[in-house]
């Protein structure tokens, strides 16, 4: 049985700084895709990076040169460094796992998703 528990999350000022992490078990997070996604009140759920097998990441315009997405192999876990945080950050972010036929965040093709982190930017 796949489980993804994600941590980190938090509220904080505009401009500061989170890291959140994506614990999987179950799972081997080296062999497939994975990918942070987020979900704000009233706003469809929005793809923010992904990160391949190959560790190759892609990112939404959104966050680019804020966020970055990486991978602990030996632990198993996944995280999302975001730095300048803006207040239309502010949403629940989930993690993803497996990609079916796509590793890019404007694909919502994952077959396991945690259960969320809550980030809160203020103004």
């Known amino acids: 049985q796949v489980q993804l528990v994600e941590a980190g999350g938090g509220s904080v000022q505009a401009g500061g700084s989170l890291r959140l992490s994506c614990a999987a078990s179950?799972?081997?997070?080296?062999?497939?895709?994975m990918g942070w996604f987020r979900q704000s009140p009233g706003k469809e759920r929005e793809g923010v990076a992904t990160?391949?097998?190959?560790?190759?990441?892609s990112y939404a315009d959104s966050v680019k040169g804020r966020f970055t997405i990486s991978r602990d192999n030996s632990n198993n876990t996944l995280y999302l460094q975001m730095n300048s945080l803006k207040p239309e950050d502010t949403a629940m972010y989930y993690c993803?796992?497996?990609?079916?036929?796509?590793?890019?965040?404007?694909?919502?093709?994952?077959?396991?998703w945690g259960q969320g982190t809550q980030v809160t930017v203020s103004s």
């Open positions: 993803a796992a497996d990609a079916t036929y796509a590793c890019y965040p404007s694909f919502s093709n994952f077959r396991y």
């Open positions: 179950g799972y081997i997070a080296s062999r497939g895709c």
């Open positions: 990160i391949g097998s190959g560790g190759i990441t």
